[in-house]
């Protein structure tokens, strides 16, 4: 069975390995405190364009990221906006709710959440009389790629910016697949995020580490005292350099970008492979996801030899497919799904 | 710097990454329902005595694991039992409060709760004319080896599981070192546990694994749906593999108690050396911790050469020391280290 | 300024004050033990059908009631199903989600869930394989009357319980209006909703009372501890006797039945009033709120008299009014307002 | 049976009920916003020498109170520092706890927190290079008069002060009892606390209302949006007025302070008649509690005509009762008691 469903299915880079062996037995703090965490910080400052005063936390998981960060920034009766569509609304068993938060939820566009919606939603609540009766919004959470594979373009991050510079708002973004977005050319660059957003994480486990995101806290001050935040939801990793030592390896020299690249590359060659067999795309996506429309027998028969799965049924006989590359997708599992693909829609 | 502070300033077992490296490039089903981590659990189960109903899930850390089963197995109102010098009381960060639970607390005896003490709670709380005004025990929580690097001895054990099914509690195991409490010759066994404690934890991450803690759930109707609690609490690894493996390396040939051994053997012989050195110990520990006590003078000396805590403050010029082996502590640190304690000594 | 815009904008029942008085010196038992308290609960059970065993608790509001049942009988993983425009959802500031549980929302028809949307909703999450990452059904929250003023018919209720016991769902009704709804002709009786849900509260602030909710367990497995859970959110009244003296006024001779009837016929007076004028309703309502659609110079005209709320907008020019009336309304402020009404639609 | 054990057996002062019927049928607006409520504000705020800007909420009881200020004041990590045998920490079922919070305790001296105990722990916690993987304290929550009826000197709450500006903490006192506590001749005044706390309440249950405490934010920034967390914890009453025509009764002519000397008068009264009768108190208490020291027979023989409490066994013959008396104790009954006393221990 080849995978196409996800691109956490490997390990970890190789070198990622390798480093982990060199420095195996070297004794060293714990907690994040170590060496290797700190050069990882040093790095992704670097790429960010943020100074030292900001903050960077390893997590070993997107939910634990998510539901820490939400939960330490929000005041008690304020709630995160988010998509309908959002992975903390829809994908993590209530982790959010669970530290008390609310989520306020808005038709995705795109899955995306759009400026004008956005405003619209704080204007409402500020104009309710009885507003105290309702939750207050507090942050934005928005995922870039997004659930559906789209990007946010500059100018509807520097919309919503403006909103949430109105409002008093917190603009989160989770970065789950950010290497792969920031891999599309034309797209937000990683400056572009540390500028604009408040705090955001730049994903791992999507993207060649065994585990980990890093939370850039780009706004210095919302980044208080988090370590006991994170210590409190149990997301302070006793060894740390595990997470560290990763981080160095992915940003060291830019294998974080180069990887994200190939994964791209592969996804625009199964997208050019899907058009020319004729299938539309449900959401047109550049990263490393499509969504091609298909009849439902072609994605049986498909699903014999490779596992993706059906994400959206379309009309009575077709769905639209998942696909994912990743940045270890070996380019002969893309040639092989074409070419059974084309054999399959005759 | 030599570090006997902790044992956990190293990597992980050699075996363990050559392991990652070999299936690196496999794809495996995510979330933990690969076939390493079903692997794993058998060895667990096996080794525990167990049947194939129990669950055993991973986590990347201890205060996670406590966090998560904690509030999953109690009921609202109730509240959990635990020594004041508990870890989840001390040095969590209120990670059991932030999950809405209040934490009982006894003052402890060699750092553990006596069974007498937990029954006159139990009974005082039920006792009381206004008992719903205050929090129903529901749980007691232990450590084995405890904080103070004591162990429960069988009778102790048996005693408290007596008290628990008078007043319907849960009994849980925090088993951080558990390992090298294992390895204490007379000591309970884990199959002991197994029977007597409803849920436990057998750590890794203190016994040769980059990160993990297996909870066992020893009576299955407790675990129930529990997957929706680890990802609930950001507690399910993406790929989840990465623990399996760990353990399934450490399970499968007894390797984890092996190395549990090694380190016994060498807190033995420090242990040893200490009192050949005319050293008083702050507890009677037979595990991989000792808390010898020394003149300040000397610790000061020794702290130029080595990381350890000086961890209570015993009269105006001495103090207890903790020290700690680990699985891959090198013999000639040992010497080392008490060759310049008799010097330091003179 | 004469108020149709809520039903509890004046005081309390005269007997209530009355017997409020008369037991003002007696010293009582605290904390809802007290004799008045213990009388309500019969009165209150016999009016449901119910047996001695059935719980009966007092609670000082609905949002306090609400949060406390929820988080009280869910557990940890579970969310509570609410229509979006659930009152839990939209105007309680996120208490449910402060307690740690997901509201999981479903659009509303009339106000209502209808059970075959429940059961797609319970049959996909089931269906899910990965439904361990998302938050599991266990209760079903209901109004009735609905926000919208309308009421569930007898079969509906017998489909939504028959939802509930294919997927072990709590069915719970937030009654702050129920006397109204039950003084319907042909509506649902209390013996039917005490026979067809698990827990449900009847609404006295609404109802002749100063404050007050009484929370009746039907299920009484359901409602084992549950003074504790009463305590720890707050809600356990120290003089608990004004709680059970305003319920024992109430349902000692019918008064809380009477007092909904006289409601009723006034809001039937106004709803013929609106539709001999020649007005639509936006929602068909039988209990004691009526929305009629007016042109909004009309509401803005009769604004300037009457206090009550432009509920929504229908069209450029027109907009749904919500009228209430309440247990007190004087006649003559129904006879004043159609008159007004007449004159200003001319 | 005649009720010495606690000060809340009764209803309401009589102006108070006669306030309500004379109120009964006005329209007034709902949660808190209506005339009867801003007017018990101003009278309050006056009382306290606060200007306009303070807030004033009202609460239906302590535990809600203490809940919701707790929990709105504190960052995600801090804690509260309590003595053990505080209220929150003691008899609040984990109120405190439930929102997440965790109390830090100290051991209490008469009740009280010593400002030296309060520094020594803050200035631990501080130095300890571990500190993230420990509760931050933020708050400290004291009583006055305290559980044990003792009072803080103005010496010691400026103590306290001082050591609270010293390490950013926020001072809360619980008020239970504050009217009785501000009747003792030459104790601190209504604005010392004022003046010295951050936030405090200030109880209307045990002192003539039939619920109400409330709460006096000293510092208006504190304050900000409380009320969204007011109703998100379920502590808005819908009808407010009722807690607002409680306290504007109370406060605005001084019949809080009048009916507390009633009660501090025959606790002193009870005080002499006990001394004068040879019994020794546990704790030297001035406000409206005291802890005489019988012989466990007598409080037997007592308890068949009165009912109090046997606090605290102090020897295997004796015990410390728990006698209160209240706004609306009657003289006889003091009479009564010190006769039988006498007649008991002849």
Redesign the interface.
Known sequence: ???FN?D?????H?RI?ER??E??????L??GLDVHSDRARSYIRAACGLGDEAPVHFF?????????VI??ML???Q?VVSTETGHIN??????V??????ILTLPPVDGKIPAASLREYCEAHYADH?R?????PGMVYISHPTECGTLYTLAELEALRAVCDEFGLILYLDGARLGYGLAVPGSVTLRDIARLCDVFYIGG??LGA??GEAVVIARPELGK?F?????????????G??LGIQFEVLFEDGLYFEIAQHAVALADELRLGCRDAGLEMLYDTAANQLFPIMPDAVIAKLQEKYRFFAWERVDSERSAARLCTSW?TPEENVAAFLGDLRAALK
């Open positions: 069975m080849i995978m996800c956490y299915a490997e390990g970890a190789p390995l982990l062996s420095t195996n037995f070297d004794q060293t714990t907690y070993t998981g997107g939910t634990q990221a998510n539901l820490t939960d330490a005041l008690p009766y709630g829809v994908h993590e068993t209530g982790a709710e669970a530290t008390g938060r609310k009885d105290d009766q309702t939750v207050q486990t999507k065994m585990f005292c370590r006991y935040s994170l210590k409190r939801r149990g997301a302070m990793l006793a060894k350099r595990m270890c």
